[in-house]
């Protein structure tokens, strides 16, 4: 190994900075250049996207060819893209409104009311308009066998409310759910 070789980090490992404190953990993998030769069993290296140079003793090393590197460097790339793809809904690809992709967007909208202390009209308009609310709880008047039974369930709206009860008791007819809140 030398000075300015593509290495490829073979396990993870706990590596210190080049001064030898600051340790950061580096998962398996993780390419890098070797910026310096300390010794024979001491190489400098500058990961890709990591900050600063890591002392690594050489055996955790494995030295790669440029166009094995490159291929490496585009699957992770490919990787990564397709996993941010996978979590963004498309335009066509959000069925309700209760997908959980975009539950951020009703709790961020839920939080305005709650500092205002407009909490009752904001919950009278999300169940006009069956949207999710601010998460309270919800009293769900169901039957179970003959028996009309209540429980409380904590979700953002009616509809949750009666799913999230009809989840965990399949065999229930739910009728009715309202806000205790």
Not at 155 to 162: H, L
Request: with cysteine; net charge negative.
């Amino acid at each position: 190994m030398q000075k300015e070789d593509r290495v490829e980090l073979r396990e993870t490992r706990r590596l210190p900075n080049g001064k030898g404190y600051a340790v950061r953990e580096v998962i398996e993998g993780t390419m890098g250049t070797i910026t310096s030769m300390r010794s024979p069993n001491v190489a400098h290296v500058s990961f890709d996207g990591i900050n600063g140079v890591r002392r690594v003793d050489v055996g955790y090393l494995i030295v790669v060819t440029d166009e094995v590197a490159e291929q490496r460097r585009a699957a992770a790339q490919a990787a990564k893209e397709a996993k941010e793809a996978a979590l963004r809904p498309g335009p066509d690809d959000i069925q309700s409104i209760d997908d959980p992709r975009i539950g951020w967007i009703w709790r961020m909208i839920a939080a305005a009311p709650i500092v205002q202390n407009y909490c009752g009209v904001y919950d009278t308009i999300c169940d006009e308009l069956g949207i999710p609310g601010r998460e309270r709880d919800f009293e769900v008047k169901f039957r179970l066998d003959g028996l009309n039974m209540t429980t409380t369930v904590k979700t953002m709206s009616a509809d949750a409310a009666m799913a999230a009860l009809l989840a965990k008791l399949p065999e229930a007819e739910a009728v009715r759910a309202t806000s205790n809140n």
